[in-house]
């Protein structure tokens, strides 16, 4: 069986252009925020929280996706045409939207919890510590999506479905932390 060919598969150019509109929206967005923050620091609060939360569920709604998908390309056969199109969309989850959404994350999570919290709370030092875990299945996933691409994964689908619920634990978590704050 013939390779396909990657630039049918892939969409062309359409990559890069994606590529090109998601960087031009995030720095826009930087912009903004830094005008905002500089201009108007008395605002800057409300506008931090919506972006963090907005960040938050691009970040989770990836992260909840991507193990998914690599369920069904663990099953894929490699070097067909369903491998590759997986391929794509694992590429283009994790560069366009998973990884900028959790920078934005961070970024934004860590100056409200110096801003708002001054790092004090226990509630918050378990919800830091969860974050940082989610951030590591984060790295895992991203480390799972360049063997997938390399054809070199060795995990059969039903570990791709163990941990396609971490995430999903972890958010819990860090939800009722965030809104009960038991401790």
């Known amino acids: 069986m013939a390779k396909p060919d990657k630039m049918n598969n892939t969409g062309g150019n359409s990559t890069g252009q994606a590529m090109m509109r998601m960087t031009i929206g995030i720095l826009v967005l930087v912009v903004l925020t830094a005008l905002l923050f500089l201009y108007a620091p008395e605002g800057f609060y409300p506008w931090a929280k919506a972006i963090h939360i907005l960040a938050v569920i691009s970040w989770m709604a990836g992260m909840l996706y991507l193990p998914r998908l690599l369920v069904y390309h663990a099953d894929a056969e490699k070097g067909s045409v369903q491998s590759e199109t997986f391929k794509v969309m694992e590429r283009r989850l994790l560069r366009g939207i998973i990884n900028p959404a959790m920078i934005v994350t961070w970024v934004f999570g860590l100056w409200l919890a110096w801003k708002i919290f001054g790092f004090q709370g226990g509630w918050l030092h ?21 063997k997938f691409a390399e054809d070199r994964n060795e995990k059969p689908a039903r570990h791709w479905r163990i941990v396609n619920e971490i995430p999903t634990l972890l958010m819990i978590a860090i939800v009722i932390l965030v809104v009960v704050k038991p401790f």
């Open 126 to 146: 378990a919800k830091i510590g969860l974050v940082l875990l989610l951030s590591g299945v984060h790295g895992y996933l991203s480390g799972a999506v360049r």
